[in-house]
């Protein structure tokens, strides 16, 4: 008779006792390049993030060449003084790194991803790239061909083309922010290697940029391995540069962008608002995640779950620029997409839920699920070191003490219903919204129009 075998069962894992979180606060010093240096020593990530922040904004672009940020920081990967554009891709390769750049309103950020037994390799190629770039003529050519076939794919998507539509709304024709980030294909196209090197050098040196350094940093000279690499980058020193007021006009009213035969209708309401340096800017964040902030949020409860009018709708604010005297602005928005034929009945629905909110406010069960959702989640949100000096370098280029996110967090968990409610009416007026709306305009401008929620006014797709 065999004897059957017997499993042994180990004991369950227990949970352990919850430990205080915050978000952690990095080191400051600087470089003899005059280039400052954030590091924030995180056990455990092997996998090291790097940002570094130039001062090239967007507005410093010279007239006509909108887009030329944005090659130049897709030119920094593509070859320098000692590495052709394939020799400089192999070479990252090599190390295990990735390395993005991209420019936004206020400036151009490189990002760099390497294991921690590889950071001076990959380092070093991204001090060549901002030492010696080359930006040949042929690479950039390239990258200009790039963008060029990236624009018509952009118009073609409804989202995106409703962004570009707000902005040329809301801000003023001579402000660089009514216009795309990237370019448009006219400016795009006056792009050349000459126009890229001059950007360049006009406004990419150390004195004006900032480094951030996140991951575990035991038994690693940071110190001596940034002066060999990043430390080895020289240039001018410059005076700080004017940051010019955010102007907007959020009258209220409702701009079609006809698209015929369109089976949805993609939908952006937005208006300018208070940024982070602003004392309401928790209760704002708070206040805007009950109102669309999730599944649970009352426009997804109205519009989604009781009429079944859309996937989703999500309501979110988003810095478009700080200045250094704390002073800036946010862009707040409320954005989603509804079947044509629900558009008015949709549009109605969502300003009752923003009257609605006005009149009887935010819930303690609302607040209560918002500050779960929001302070409850950060420790896994910030998990990866990439996490981390992503948050950091927003700090930078916002203006913000390095101990921002940390204070955030404390005033999240402290703000009342009452000030969430205030904030988030306050946010999305009903009469100060500029609405975008990108459908067949001829099956929605008469119900729209019905609504009353401002002029409407029809323009073509392109």
Known sequence: ??????????????????????????????????????????????????????????????????????????AFSEGTDKHTAEEFAAELERCGATLDAYADHPGVRLSLEVPVSRLAKALGLVADALRAPAFADGEVERLVRNRLDEIPHELANPARRAAKELSKELFPAASRMSRPRQGTEETVAAVDSAAVRAFYERHVRPATATAVVVGDLTGLDLDALLADTLGAWTGSTA???????????????????????????????????????????????LGTYCLGGTLTSRLDRVLREEKGYTYGVRAFGQVLRSAPDGTG??????????????????????????????ADGLTDAERDVAVQNLVGVAPLKYETAAAVAGTLADQVEQHLPDDYQA????????????????????????????????????????????????????????
């Open 407 to 462: 204070a955030l967090y404390r005033q999240l968990a402290a703000t009342g219903t009452v000030e969430a409610t205030a904030a988030v009416v306050n946010a999305f007026p009903v009469d100060r919204l500029v609405t975008v709306l990108v459908g067949d305009a001829a099956r929605i401008k008469a119900p729209v129009e019905a609504l009353g929620i401002g002029e409407v006014t029809v323009v073509p797709a392109e």
């Open 1 to 74: 008779m065999t004897e059957l075998a017997t499993m042994e069962f180990h004991p369950r894992p227990q949970a352990g006792d919850a430990r205080p979180w915050a978000f952690p606060a990095p080191e400051r010093g600087s470089l003899g390049n005059g280039l400052t240096v954030l590091r924030c020593h995180r056990p455990g990530q092997q996998v090291v993030a790097v940002e570094v922040l130039l001062d090239a904004p967007l507005e410093a672009e010279p007239a006509g060449l909108d887009g030329v940020a944005t090659v130049m920081a897709r």
């Open 329 to 358: 602005a946010s862009m707040l928005a409320i954005s989603g997409s509804v079947d044509t034929p629900n558009t008015g009945p949709a549009l109605s629905d969502l300003w009752t839920v923003l009257r609605t909110l006005a």
């Open 239 to 285: 005076e700080p540069r004017p940051v010019p007021p955010v102007t907007a006009d959020d009258t209220g009213r409702v701009v079609i962008v006809d698209r015929p035969g369109a089976v949805q209708t993609q939908v952006l309401i937005g208006r300018t608002g208070a940024d982070r340096h602003d004392r309401v800017w928790p209760a704002q964040v």
